[in-house]
C-alpha cells in the first residue's frame, strides 16, 4: 500500500510537469529559499507489531523551519527541500503522554509555475523521534509524499500550504515494531534568495 501511494505521488508529479514543459512563465522561482511552517494534523493511525491496533491518533499541531533549492526551465520547477518541525502530539487516543517530539524531512519536489503560483508534488524520506509515557525514546523513519502550493506575494517573499503524508516504522524499547501513518496540512511563509 506504501509503495503503491508513493507511486501514485510519483506519477502524477511527473505528468503534471511534464504537461506544462513548453509554456513560459515570468515569475522566477529559480534559487535558494528559506521559510517557517505551521501544521495541524488532519488524519492518522498507529499500531504494532506483534500487539494492538490502536487506530486514530490524538490531535497534533507541529512548528518548524525549511530550507530548499529551485531550479526552473520555463514553468517547469524541481528541486530539494529539507524541513525541521518541533511536534506536539501526534500519539494514539487514549494515551496523551505518547507523542512524537519532532519531524525531520527531505522532499524531492516538481511541479508547475502558473503566473505567481507555483504547484508541486513531493515524495521523499521522513524521520520522527517518538517518546512513551513513561520516557522511553525511539526513531522512527520511512516516507513522505504529499503535494503543494506556494503564491508569490512580491519579487521574494511567499505564503503557501501543502498537503503531507508521512509514513513511519520504528521499533520500541519492548522489540515491537511501531507503524504509524500521519496526515497533515502545513501552513508555510518564505523567502526567496
Given at each position: 500500500m506504501k509503495n503503491?501511494?508513493?507511486?501514485f505521488a510519483s506519477m502524477a508529479t511527473l505528468c503534471f510537469a511534464t504537461a506544462a514543459s513548453a509554456q513560459e512563465t515570468n515569475t522566477d522561482w529559480s534559487g535558494f529559499y528559506t521559510g517557517v511552517t505551521y501544521g495541524s494534523k488532519v488524519g492518522g493511525d498507529m499500531a504494532y507489531t506483534?500487539?494492538?491496533?490502536?487506530?486514530s491518533l490524538e490531535s497534533g499541531s507541529s512548528y518548524g523551519l525549511y530550507a530548499g533549492y529551485n531550479i526552473q526551465r520555463n514553468r517547469i520547477v524541481y528541486g530539494g527541500e529539507i524541513s525541521y518541525s518541533d511536534a506536539d502530539g501526534h500519539g494514539p487516543i487514549g494515551f496523551p503522554n505518547e507523542k512524537f517530539n519532532y519531524f525531520m524531512d527531505l522532499k524531492a519536489r516538481a511541479g508547475m509555475a502558473v503566473d505567481n503560483t507555483l504547484f508541486y508534488g513531493f515524495v521523499?524520506?521522513?524521520?520522527?523521534?517518538?517518546?512513551?509515557?513513561?520516557g522511553q525514546k525511539h526513531n522512527a523513519t520511512g516516507a513522505n509524499y504529499?503535494?503543494?502550493m506556494d503564491v508569490k506575494l512580491g519579487e521574494r517573499f511567499f505564503v503557501g500550504a501543502e498537503y503531507i503524508v508521512r509514513d513511519l516504522s520504528g521499533t520500541t524499547f519492548t522489540g515491537n515494531t511501531q507503524d504509524t501513518m500521519?496526515?497533515?496540512?502545513?501552513?508555510?511563509?518564505?523567502?526567496?534568495f
Open positions: 503503491t501511494n508513493i507511486l506483534p500487539g494492538t491496533d490502536y487506530g521523499g524520506y521522513s524521520k520522527g523521534e517518538f517518546e512513551f509515557a513513561a504529499g503535494i503543494g500521519i496526515q497533515a496540512v502545513q501552513l508555510r511563509t518564505g523567502w526567496k
